[in-house]
């Protein structure tokens, strides 16, 4: 079967550091993708990860383990901005459809 | 920002009534979705378009059908909506060069209460 797991809901704090994973199990893998999304707004993509290792994108990072089916985004100097779900998708080698997460919302603590 | 824009941005209706969204996108892209977004679960693909008069169906297409006469427009419209179809409606646009569901630009919503 598909599906990707992460977690419902974390908290962090101000100016501190946070990772949020992603695990997931398709029947074929052609990359991963994390979205910021706002309350009440649209997702943004942050970043596509399609072989193993971390990019990095200012205070965003995301990582990929594709033998372990499994991701993180890594978020640093959090900013109250940074208070929003972030949603992990997978694309599918069979039809190149997404298969998404249900999204963990990030709340940031002063 | 991509030029993709939604109508109307909230609606409210009768179950049995037909209703139709619209997605107009200025950026002549290719690729055109229509996603929905539920509390508790992931965003899902109801259609897909990858050109004029080419149209797909997704893992949640039953009650939708969708139309593309034009490159710039999609429509999705439900045929007699029902209360399970209440849901915040997310069209999406993606950039020619990385496949379909490539890195998707989404317009702002349509936020759909069937009553």
């Known amino acids: 079967g598909q599906n990707i797991d992460q977690p419902t809901e974390m908290t962090a704090t101000e100016g501190a550091i946070v990772q949020i994973n992603c695990t997931y199990q398709?029947?074929?893998?052609?990359?991963l993708f994390w979205y910021q999304q706002h309350a009440g707004e649209a997702p943004t993509f942050l970043s596509y990860?399609?072989l193993d290792g971390l990019e990095e994108k200012g205070r965003f990072s995301s990582f990929l383990s594709r033998s372990k089916g499994y991701s993180y985004l890594l978020l640093k100097e959090l900013q109250m901005k940074d208070s929003a779900s972030y949603l992990c998708a997978v694309r599918d080698q069979s039809n190149y459809q997404l298969i998404w997460g249900a999204g963990t919302k990030l709340i940031i603590k002063p | 920002d991509a030029g993709i824009t939604q109508s109307p941005r909230h609606k409210v209706t009768e179950t049995g009534t037909p209703v139709t969204l619209r997605c107009h996108q200025t950026e002549n892209h290719r690729y055109m979705y229509w996603y929905r977004q539920d509390p508790g679960h992931g965003l899902r693909l109801i259609h897909y378009?990858?050109?004029?008069?080419?149209?797909d169906k997704g893992e949640v297409s039953d009650g939708y059908s969708v139309s593309r006469s034009k490159t710039e427009d999609f429509l999705l419209t439900l045929e007699s909506a029902t209360s399970s179809q209440t849901s915040v409606y997310f069209c999406a646009i993606s950039p020619p060069g990385q496949g379909l569901s490539g890195e998707l630009f989404f317009g702002e919503g349509s936020r759909l209460t069937v009553l």
């Open positions: 990860n399609v």
């Open positions: 378009s990858y050109g004029v008069k080419d149209t």
């Open positions: 398709t029947s074929g893998f052609n990359g």
